[in-house]
């Protein structure tokens, strides 16, 4: 156990060291880079400009149909809970031995008898 220890040791400082040997040649190349500005807003911008200039583009109201995607995809979150749902009940039906049928029949010949 000791010993590898001293492996996991000694790969941690090499890949330390080849880090640091890695950040200290390329520093002076990443100081001597200017700024840009990178915004998602400018990213979104031109996504609706190059959209734009497809034909028909122009008619698209994009409020509308962000409103329709998400209502997809709402939908299918519900039906997926809903499908997951049955698939846990009828685990622990299985798991504790119940079938909904049984209980149905049971409950028949209790009121039978009591009548």
Do not use: C
């Not at 890695?22 to 998602?40: A, H, W």
């Not at 409103?67 to 846990?88: A, D, P």
């Not at 049928?101 to 049971?106: G, L, N």
Request: hydrophobic share 40%; net charge positive; aromatic share 6%.
């Amino acid at each position: 156990m000791r010993v590898l220890e001293i492996i996991f040791i000694a790969v941690l400082l090499i890949s330390l060291g080849g880090i640091s040997a890695i950040l200290f040649r390329k520093i002076p190349i990443l100081v001597g880079l200017r700024e840009k500005n990178i915004s998602g807003q400018s990213l979104i911008s031109k996504i609706k400009r190059g959209i734009k200039k497809l034909p028909g583009a122009g008619k698209i109201d994009y409020d509308l149909y962000l409103q329709k995607m998400l209502s997809r995809i709402r939908v299918l979150t519900m039906k997926t809970e809903s499908k997951t749902g049955n698939w846990l009940e009828r685990l622990r039906q299985k798991r504790n031995g119940h079938n909904g049928a049984d209980e149905y029949w049971e409950e028949l010949k209790k009121i039978k008898k009591g009548e």
